[in-house]
């Protein structure tokens, strides 16, 4: 299984930034997907979640209503697209997955992990 994460970049206060994760080595369409995030000094959290089915989503409170995942199974990728950027939202962000129709926001419920794309916002 491999995960590679992409996307992350400086970005101001209010702007968007959309990272993917492509996946490869597994059937995609059976897995759980999650996008975590780790800021500095800080525990990695779980930010949004989709199940396998693309019918279930989590999103943490702090990002509900700005940020959306999604998942295209065709291709073998997800995405996080994230809207209204604040500057606490900077973190390094990890994609992850596990072989299992929903699993929730606990990292240790993910079996794989990209490896990380950084998130800056900044004026």
């Known amino acids: 299984v491999q995960l590679q994460a992409s996307g992350g970049g400086l970005v101001q206060p209010g702007g968007s930034l959309r990272l993917s994760c492509a996946a490869s080595?597994?059937?995609?369409?059976?897995?759980?997907i999650g996008w975590f995030r780790q800021a500095p000094g800080k525990e990695r959290e779980g930010v949004s979640c989709i199940s396998s089915s693309g019918g279930s989503t989590y999103y943490a409170d702090s990002v509900k209503g700005r940020f959306t995942i999604s998942r295209d199974n065709a291709k073998n990728t997800w995405y996080l697209q994230m809207n209204s950027l604040k500057p606490e939202d900077t973190a390094v962000y990890y994609c992850a997955t596990a072989a299992a129709r929903w699993a929730g926001p606990l990292d240790y419920e993910y079996d794989y992990w990209g490896q990380g794309t950084l998130v800056t916002v900044s004026s």
């Open positions: 080595g597994f059937t995609f369409d059976d897995y759980v």
